[in-house]
T-cell receptor
C-alpha cells in the first residue's frame, strides 16, 4: 500500500541554520504531497502542499518540491528560527479511491536552539 | 470562520469504561475524518464521512469503536470497554471538496488507566 518515510529525529539546529528534512513516498498512482506541522500541545496545521510532479510548495520560508523521479518531497528552509521548533509530518493523499485520506510519516522533531 | 473544534480536549478514564468524543467541523465542510495518533507516531486514518454517510473504516477501528455523523454536521466517536492500548490522541479533520485542504482540530487526548 501507499506509505511515507521520513528521516528520524530529533533534528537539532542553531538559529539561522539551514534545514532539510527528507521525505520519500511509495504510491501506486499520482498522489498529492503535504507537509504538516504540529506545535507542542496542538493539532496539525498544513504548512505547504504540491499536487503534481515538479510543483514547489512554499510557506513561511519553507519549501518542498515534488520529485516524481526520486519519489521525494524534502522540506527545506534557509534560516530556521526558535519558533520553528515543532514536529513536522510528511503526508500523501489521493493515490487511489475517493476518500482523499492522508497517509502520514512518523514525524520529525525539530529543535532550534538560540 | 472557526476551525475544527473537539471536545473534550483531555479525558482520563478507567479501563472498561466507555468514552465519547465530539467533533464540530468547519461550517459547510461535508467531508469529516477521524485519525488516531499515538506518542512518537504520525496520525493514522480511522474513518471518513461524506455528509452523514460513513464511507470508509480502517481495520484499526475495532468493534468497540463506533462513529456517527447525524444530519451531516457534528460527529461523535465512541469507544466502548476502553483498554490501555486505546490511550492516544484522537484527531478530527474536515474538508469541503475532494482534493481540498484537510483542516485538523486540536485533538482529544485519551488516557486509559
Amino acid at each position: 500500500g501507499d506509505s511515507v518515510t521520513q528521516m528520524e529525529g530529533p533534528v537539532t539546529l542553531s538559529e539561522e541554520a539551514f534545514l532539510t528534512i527528507n521525505c520519500t513516498y511509495t504510491a501506486t498512482g499520482y498522489p498529492s504531497l503535504f507537509w504538516y506541522v504540529q506545535y507542542p500541545g496542538e493539532g496539525l496545521q498544513l504548512l505547504l502542499k504540491a499536487t503534481k510532479a515538479d510543483d514547489k510548495g512554499s510557506n513561511k520560508g519553507f519549501e518542498a518540491t515534488y520529485r516524481k523521479e526520486t519519489t521525494s518531497f524534502h522540506l527545506e528552509k534557509g534560516s530556521v528560527q526558535v519558533s520553528d521548533s515543532a514536529v513536522y509530518f510528511c503526508a500523501l493523499s489521493g493515490s487511489g479511491g475517493a476518500t482523499n485520506k492522508l497517509i502520514f510519516g512518523t514525524g520529525t522533531l525539530l529543535a532550534v536552539q538560540p | 470562520d472557526t476551525g475544527v473544534s473537539q471536545d473534550p480536549r483531555h479525558k482520563i478514564t478507567k479501563r472498561g469504561q466507555n468514552v465519547t468524543f465530539r467533533c464540530d467541523p468547519i461550517s459547510e465542510h461535508n467531508r469529516l475524518y477521524w485519525y488516531r495518533q499515538t506518542l512518537g507516531q504520525g496520525p493514522e486514518f480511522l474513518t471518513y464521512f461524506q455528509n452523514e454517510a460513513q464511507l470508509e473504516k480502517s481495520r484499526l477501528l475495532s468493534d468497540r469503536f463506533s462513529a456517527e455523523r447525524p444530519k451531516g454536521s457534528f460527529s461523535t466517536l465512541e469507544i466502548q470497554r476502553t483498554e490501555q492500548g486505546d490511550s492516544a490522541m484522537y484527531l478530527c479533520a474536515s474538508s469541503f471538496l475532494l482534493g481540498d485542504t484537510i483542516y485538523f482540530g486540536e485533538g482529544s487526548w485519551l488516557t486509559v488507566v
